[in-house]
């Protein structure tokens, strides 16, 4: 069970738009800034978003981020096929001391 | 660029110890903190553990404290977790990831292409 939820699976057709949520407390996401990671088939982890809301550079603007309260979203438009991947959120937990993932959410594009 | 090359994964049998190394090049290794992170097959991302650029602070995953120890070596640029009592749970891909170190709060950026771990008899 982890600490973030995060929806299991999402899906959207191509060129539209989708949003993964994940959800804490205020001992992580509520007080504490929010990465998001994309993990293509067989490939490590990429990092997509920081600081909630921030992309590393070579990252396209079809990436977004945002962070309310104990929650945050991910967003995605113009969805590729190339899109489809594994996305997780993470943050660091101040009960915890240590860094946090969401379970994971698998992006179809259908 | 930023480039972490793991290694030392392989098959262990349970309660044995291994050591994984993480050879980071491309930057200034001695000045960025780096995490270990876990993928079990078939499963999601399990943060292990952080270390401080001077390896002032060390922080564990509750599933590996007391078992697993993180160190770095910044004279040789290699990062390191050594892993006893190794359990069939330990089983997973094992990544290396850089710490941008920024004000904001820890995070791992970069990663490396990862080393599997196989605990089994």
């Known amino acids: 069970q982890s600490v973030l939820t995060q929806p299991p699976s999402v899906s959207a057709a191509p060129r539209q738009k989708v949003t993964i949520s994940c959800s804490g407390d205020?001992?992580?996401?509520?007080?504490?800034?929010v990465s998001w990671y994309q993990q293509l088939p067989g490939t490590a982890p990429k990092l997509l978003i920081y600081?909630?809301?921030k992309r590393p550079s070579g990252i396209p603007d079809r990436f977004s981020g945002s962070k309310s309260g104990t929650s945050a979203t991910l967003g995605i438009t113009g969805l590729q096929t190339g899109d489809e991947a594994d996305y997780y959120c993470?943050?660091?937990?101040?009960?915890?001391?240590?860094?946090?993932f969401g379970g994971g959410t698998k992006l179809t594009v259908l | 660029q930023v480039q972490l090359v793991e290694s030392g994964g392989g098959v262990i049998q349970p309660g044995r110890s291994l050591r994984l190394s993480c050879e980071a090049s491309?930057?200034?290794?001695?000045?960025?903190?780096m995490h270990w992170v876990r993928q079990a097959p078939g499963k999601g991302l399990e943060w292990v553990a952080i270390?401080?650029?001077?390896?002032?602070?060390?922080y564990y995953a509750d599933s590996v404290k007391g078992r697993f120890t993180i160190s770095r070596d910044n004279s040789k640029n290699t990062l390191f977790l050594l892993m006893t009592r190794l359990r069939a749970e330990d089983t997973a891909v094992y990544y290396c990831?850089?710490?941008?170190?920024?004000?904001?709060?820890?995070?791992?950026?970069?990663w490396g292409q990862g080393t599997l771990v196989t605990v089994s008899s």
């Open positions: 270390i401080w650029f001077d390896g002032s602070k060390k």
């Open positions: 491309g930057f200034i290794f001695s000045s960025y903190g």
């Open positions: 990831a850089r710490d941008p170190g920024y004000s904001s709060g820890p995070f791992p950026g970069n």
């Open positions: 993470g943050t660091w937990d101040s009960s915890l001391s240590g860094w946090v």
């Open positions: 600081d909630n809301n």
């Open positions: 205020s001992f992580n996401i509520g007080n504490n800034y």
